[in-house]
C-alpha cells in the first residue's frame, strides 16, 4: 500500500485525473450491481419459500381424507406426486404426537435421508436445503403437519448466472468510462502542465522576469495571475535584498562587537573589524584559515565540538562563554551567540555569530561574587538564623539556616515571599507587626520569645532580635532580623519542672511508703504513705533516730538490722517482716531496697519501698486452709475429680480415679481421656468433645465407656467446665466423673421389664379384643334372634294370652336393653384396648433421630389438617419456629394431636385462633401450641396427660382419651418435657420441649 502511494505522487495530473474518475465510476457501478443483485437473492430466495408454502398447502389438502380416517397409503401417493419437482428431495407427514405417517424420498437419495425433528408452521435454511412446515387442516382444527425439504442449488445457479451478466456490464462501463475520462480531462491538465513548465524554466534560469500563459478564465486561470504576481513581488523583493545586502555590510564591518560567519567546514569565512581586534590576528591570517577551535583555550575544545553540534541540530546557540587566545598570549573571555542557516534540503549554509567582550564585567563578578561568598559563609555558619525584608515585608534574602526552617532548599528560594508564604504562616500576622514597630520606630527589638511553626507542623520557640536597615541617607529601606531556636532549653526547663511535679505527685501519693536513707543510715526524706502504714506523721517518722528499733516487732529486727547492713553496703535486696503501729497493732510489710547514685556515680545513700501485705499474709493462710479442705473433699468424695489442658492432656487426677479405674493418679498424669476407651468409643467421644472445646463450652452427664486396669468396661457420667487464667485465656477443663455402670446396667434391666411389659399388654390387649369382638358379634345375632322369635310369635297361637305377652315384654323390651347395655360396655371396652394397643406399639417404634426444620413439618401438619380447620373455622397462625434433633413421624403426630384437641374443644361463642411458635433455652427447642377455646379446669390440669382421662367422659366430643398421654409418652422417649397453662374459658397453652441436638450417649 506504501509503495502504491508513493508512485501515486509521482503521476502527473493528467494520469490522477483519468484514475479518479474511473474509480469514480467503478464504485458507482459496483454499488449499483451489488445491491441488484443482494435484492435479486432476496427476491429469488422469498419466491421460492412462497411457492414451497403453496405447494405445501395443496399437497396438505389433497390429504386431508386420508389423513382423516388414517389411510397412509393415500398420503404416500399424494407425495409422490412431488417427483415432478427435481429440486425436492424429500418430503413427509407428522400426526400432532410427531409420528410419521407417509414418507417421500426422491430418486436416487440416500436411506440416511430420514424425517427431521418436528418444528412448529414455518420454514428454515438448513446449509444447501430449505425444510418448509406447513400445518394440514380440515374444518380449522390442525390434523397433520407436512414437511417438504427442497434442494436450492438451481436457485444458486440462477443467482450465479445473474452476477456473471452484473460482471460483463460493470466491464463494458469501465471501459466507456476510461475512454470519456481520457478525452475530458485535457482542458483541466493542459494549464497545470504549462504552469509546471514555466516554473522549472524559471528555477532553471533564474530570471523572475517570465510570466506563464494565461489559457481559460476560470480557477486555473486566476492561479496563472497570482503566480505571474507572485513572481512580480519576488523581482521587487530582491531588489530590496539587495539594498539591504549593502546596509548589512556596513553595520557587520563597523559594528563595535565582533561579528563573524563559518561555512560548512566550520571555517571562518567572514570575520568583522571589532572581532579581529578582540583575536590580534590580520584578516588574511583568519579567513578560511581557522575555526573558532583554533582560537579559544585547549580546554574548550570539545565544548566546542559539543556547541557546533547544538548549533547544527537547534539552529541556534545562546550566550556561550569562551576564552579567546589573543595573538600576543593573553586571555579574552567572550560571550558568543550563534545561529545556523540551512537549505531547502536542511543542508547547512553557513553559521553566523557575534562575539562580546566580557573580559572586564567577569572580573568585577569575581570580586563581588568573592565578597558574597564571603558574607555567605558568616551567614552560613554562625548558629542563629538570619532574614532580611524590605519595606514591604517581602524576603530578600536570608542565611540557610532560615531556609531550611521555611522549608525551601536554597536562600535565594525565599526571595519574593512573605510570612504568608511560609510555614509559620499562622504567627505571620505577629511577625509582621513586630517588623512595622521596627521599621515606623526606628528602634530595635531584641531578645524577646515567640512561638513558630515548622514545616512538619512542629510548634517550636525562637528567642528573636530585629533592627531597622538604613541606607547610605540613613533611610530606612527595609528590616534585619536573627533568632535562635531555643526549643530544646523551653523543653528541657518544663520537662524538669514537670519531672519535679511528677516525682513530688508519686512520691506524695503513691501507695507504698517510700523512704530516702542516707549513707549513714539515717532518714532524709519520706513520703505520707508512712502515716497510713505505721500511723506516724513523716515530722514523727523523721524524728526517730532508730526507726527500725521503733517499728519492727522483736522476733524479726535481727533480721531488718541485717538488711539494713547489707543496704549500707549499697546492695540491693528484699524481706518481709512485722511492723507495731502507733496504735499497737501488728501488721505484715514487704520492703525492698536499692542504692542512689548521683550523675557522677557517687553513691547517695539507699531508696526504700515498704508496702502493707497484710491481707496478702491472711489470704495466705485462709487459701492454705481452703487448699486443705479442698484435698480433703476430693479424697472423700465418691465422685472422681479432674482437671486437662487445652489439649486435653490430664494435669490433675483426685485420688478416687483408683476407685473407679483402679489407676493410680501418677498413672493417668500426662495422658488423655481417650488413652482409657476402646478405640470406637474413643472415636466417638473425641469428635464430641473437639466440638465442645472449640466452642469453649461447659457440657454434662456425658455418658463414656472406660477401660478398668483389669480390662472391664467402666460407664462414667462426665461433667466439665472450661477454665481460664486471670487475662481471660482458655487454659482447659476442670470436672467430675461418676461410675454410672450399675445404674445403666439397673436401666437396661428396667428397660426390658418394660418391653417385657408392653409385649404382655400387646398379647392380652389383642386377645381381649377378640374376644370383644365375638360379645359384639353375638349380641348382635341375639339381637336378629329376639326379632325372629318376635315375628314366630304373631304367628304361632298359645294356650295362654299372659305367656304371650310377658314373651313378649321379654323379647321386645328386656332383652333388647340387656343386650344394648352388652354392645355399650363392649363398644367402651374395645375402645379402651385399642388405646393400649396404641400405647403398646408406640413402645415398640423404632425413633429415627434427626434433624428437623420444624417450619416445614408444621406446614406439611397444617396442610393436611386443611379440612378439619375449613370445618371449625378455624385460624392458624405459626411463628418462625426452631429447628430439633427429633423422630419427624412421631413430632407429627404430637403437633397432629394439639391441633385437633384445640379444633374439638374449641369455644362456640368466638372464633378459634390457634398459635404455635417457639424457642431456644439451654439446648432444648420449646414449642407453645396455643388456643382461645374452652380451657382446662385446675381439678383436671394434673390429670389431662394419664391413660383414658377425659375432661367429659359422656359429653358430644367423641374420643378414647389417648392424644395426651400419647404425646407424652413420645415426648418421654425423647428425654423433654410438656406441660401445660390453662383456665377454664379462658383457652391452653400446651408447651413442648425437645433437644435442639442429639444426645450424647453410650455407643
Request: with cysteine.
Amino acid at each position: 500500500m506504501n509503495r502504491l502511494k508513493a508512485k501515486f505522487h509521482t503521476w502527473t495530473i493528467r494520469t490522477k485525473l483519468t484514475l479518479i474518475m474511473m474509480a469514480t465510476s467503478a464504485v458507482a457501478v459496483g454499488v449499483g450491481c451489488a445491491i441488484f443483485a443482494v435484492f435479486t437473492a432476496y427476491v429469488l430466495r422469498q419466491e421460492h419459500v412462497r411457492d414451497l408454502h403453496n405447494l405445501a398447502d395443496v399437497i396438505g389438502r389433497n390429504s386431508q381424507a386420508a389423513l382423516k380416517f388414517d389411510i397412509p397409503e393415500d398420503a404416500a401417493r399424494n407425495l409422490a406426486t412431488l417427483e415432478t419437482d427435481e429440486s425436492i428431495v424429500f418430503a413427509c407427514i407428522f400426526d400432532l404426537q410427531g409420528r410419521v405417517l407417509a414418507i417421500y424420498r426422491q430418486q436416487g437419495q440416500p436411506e440416511s435421508l430420514a424425517p427431521p425433528v418436528l418444528k412448529p408452521e414455518g420454514h428454515e435454511f438448513d446449509g444447501p436445503i430449505l425444510k418448509i412446515f406447513e400445518d394440514v387442516e380440515m374444518n380449522g382444527e390442525v390434523i397433520a403437519r407436512l414437511c417438504i425439504q427442497d434442494d436450492r442449488r438451481e436457485e444458486k445457479a440462477q443467482l450465479g448466472r445473474s452476477i456473471a451478466t452484473m460482471f460483463m456490464v460493470m466491464a463494458v462501463s469501465l471501459l466507456a468510462a476510461y475512454l470519456i475520462s481520457w478525452r475530458l480531462q485535457r482542458p483541466i491538465s493542459r494549464p497545470i502542465l504549462s504552469l509546471a513548465a514555466t516554473a522549472a524554466d524559471i528555477a532553471a534560469r533564474k530570471d523572475y522576469s517570465i510570466r506563464a500563459v494565461k489559457e481559460s478564465e476560470d480557477e486555473i486561470g486566476t492561479l496563472i495571475d497570482s503566480f505571474n504576481d507572485m513572481l512580480a513581488q519576488i523581482q521587487r523583493n530582491e531588489e530590496v535584498i539587495r539594498t539591504s545586502e549593502e546596509h548589512f555590510r556596513d553595520f557587520f564591518q563597523n559594528a563595535p562587537i565582533g561579528f563573524h560567519i563559518f561555512g560548512p567546514n566550520r571555517l571562518i569565512i567572514d570575520i568583522n573589524e571589532a572581532e579581529l581586534a578582540m583575536t590580534g590576528y590580520e584578516r588574511d591570517e583568519i579567513v578560511n584559515k581557522k575555526t573558532w577551535a583554533d582560537l579559544v583555550v585547549d580546554e574548550q575544545q570539545e565544548m566546542f565540538e559539543q556547541h557546533w553540534k547544538d548549533i547544527i541540530t537547534s539552529g541556534e546557540a545562546r550566550n556561550l562563554e569562551y576564552t579567546v587566545v589573543h595573538k600576543d598570549g593573553h586571555h579574552v573571555d567572550v560571550v558568543l551567540n550563534a545561529s545556523a542557516r540551512f537549505d531547502e534540503e536542511g543542508n547547512l549554509i553557513n553559521t553566523r555569530g557575534s562575539v562580546l567582550d566580557i573580559s572586564e564585567r567577569k572580573r568585577m563578578t569575581a570580586q563581588v561574587r568573592q565578597s558574597q561568598q564571603m558574607l555567605k559563609t558568616v551567614l552560613d555558619t554562625i548558629a542563629v538564623r538570619v532574614f532580611w525584608k524590605d519595606t514591604d515585608l517581602n524576603f530578600l534574602g536570608c542565611n540557610q539556616l532560615f531556609a531550611d526552617d521555611g522549608g525551601v532548599a536554597r536562600p535565594e528560594e525565599i526571595i519574593g515571599k512573605s510570612d504568608f508564604d511560609m510555614a509559620w504562616k499562622a504567627q505571620a500576622e505577629s511577625y509582621r507587626r513586630d517588623d512595622r514597630q521596627v521599621m515606623e520606630s526606628g528602634e530595635s527589638k531584641l531578645n524577646y520569645e515567640e512561638p513558630q511553626t515548622t514545616p512538619e507542623g512542629r510548634n517550636i520557640w525562637l528567642s528573636t532580635s530585629k533592627i531597622p536597615l538604613r541606607d547610605d541617607k540613613g533611610d530606612i529601606i527595609g528590616m534585619l532580623g536573627t533568632y535562635e531556636d531555643i526549643t530544646d532549653r523551653k523543653r528541657a526547663d518544663l520537662a524538669l519542672r514537670l519531672s519535679e511535679q511528677r516525682f513530688r505527685a508519686i512520691a506524695d501519693y503513691t501507695y507504698n511508703w517510700e523512704l530516702w536513707i542516707s549513707p549513714t543510715g539515717g532518714v532524709l526524706w519520706t513520703n505520707p504513705a508512712v502515716e497510713r502504714i505505721t500511723g506516724y506523721s513523716v515530722a514523727e517518722c523523721m524524728a526517730m533516730t532508730d526507726y527500725l528499733g521503733s517499728l519492727v516487732v522483736e522476733e524479726d529486727r535481727a533480721m531488718a538490722m541485717e538488711a539494713k547492713e547489707k543496704g549500707l553496703k549499697e546492695e540491693r535486696g528484699r524481706m518481709e517482716c512485722r511492723i507495731r503501729r502507733k496504735d499497737g497493732k501488728v501488721i505484715w510489710v514487704a520492703s525492698s531496697w536499692q542504692p542512689i547514685y548521683d550523675n557522677k556515680g557517687v553513691w547517695q545513700g539507699q531508696r526504700v519501698s515498704v508496702r502493707d501485705i497484710t491481707d496478702r499474709k491472711n489470704a495466705e493462710e485462709r487459701l492454705a486452709e481452703s487448699r486443705e479442705r479442698f484435698r480433703s473433699l476430693v479424697e472423700t468424695t465418691s465422685d472422681w475429680i479432674w482437671e486437662t489442658d487445652r489439649d486435653g492432656v490430664y494435669t490433675y487426677v483426685s485420688p478416687k480415679v483408683k476407685d473407679l479405674l483402679g489407676y493410680d493418679p501418677d498413672e493417668l498424669l500426662g495422658k488423655t481421656p481417650f488413652d482409657n476407651m476402646p478405640s470406637e468409643e474413643a472415636a466417638r467421644v473425641s469428635g464430641v468433645l473437639e466440638e465442645i472445646r472449640l466452642a469453649q463450652k461447659p457440657f454434662q452427664a456425658m455418658e463414656n465407656v472406660n477401660l478398668h486396669k483389669d480390662g472391664r468396661k467402666v460407664i462414667l457420667e462426665t461433667s466439665g467446665v472450661p477454665v481460664y487464667d486471670a487475662y481471660g485465656n482458655f487454659c482447659g477443663y476442670r470436672g467430675i466423673g461418676r461410675d454410672i455402670t450399675d445404674r445403666k446396667r439397673l436401666l437396661q434391666i428396667l428397660e426390658a421389664k418394660n418391653r417385657e411389659l408392653e409385649s404382655i399388654v400387646y398379647t392380652s390387649s389383642h386377645d381381649l379384643r377378640s374376644t370383644i369382638v365375638n360379645v359384639q358379634g353375638f349380641s348382635s345375632e341375639l339381637s336378629v334372634t329376639c326379632e325372629h322369635l318376635l315375628g314366630l310369635l304373631e304367628d304361632i297361637p298359645l294356650p295362654h294370652e299372659k305367656l304371650k305377652e310377658e314373651l313378649t315384654t321379654i323379647l321386645q323390651e328386656e332383652i333388647p336393653t340387656e343386650l344394648k347395655y352388652i354392645a355399650t360396655s363392649a363398644n367402651k371396652m374395645d375402645m379402651l384396648i385399642k388405646g393400649l394397643l396404641k400405647l403398646s406399639r408406640l413402645g415398640q417404634v423404632e425413633m429415627k433421630m434427626e434433624h428437623i426444620d420444624m417450619n416445614a413439618l408444621m406446614t406439611e401438619v397444617i396442610d393436611s389438617m386443611q379440612y378439619q380447620i375449613q370445618q371449625a373455622g378455624a385460624e392458624v397462625r405459626v411463628d418462625r419456629l426452631p429447628d430439633c434433633m427429633a423422630d419427624a413421624g412421631q413430632m407429627t403426630q404430637i403437633f397432629w394431636n394439639l391441633i385437633d384437641n384445640a379444633l374439638k374443644y374449641r369455644d362456640s361463642e368466638r372464633q378459634c385462633t390457634i398459635e404455635i411458635s417457639g424457642s431456644v433455652k439451654e439446648d432444648m427447642s420449646v414449642y407453645c401450641v396455643a388456643d382461645n377455646g374452652c380451657g382446662i379446669p385446675p381439678r383436671h390440669q394434673k390429670n389431662i396427660f394419664e391413660v383414658f382421662h377425659r375432661l367429659e367422659p359422656e359429653g358430644a366430643v367423641g374420643g378414647e382419651g389417648l392424644g395426651l398421654s400419647i404425646i407424652r409418652r413420645i415426648i418421654d422417649r425423647h428425654g423433654g418435657e410438656v406441660r401445660v397453662e390453662s383456665a377454664a374459658g379462658q383457652g391452653s397453652r400446651f408447651f413442648v420441649s425437645v433437644p435442639t441436638s442429639r444426645k450424647i450417649s453410650i455407643g
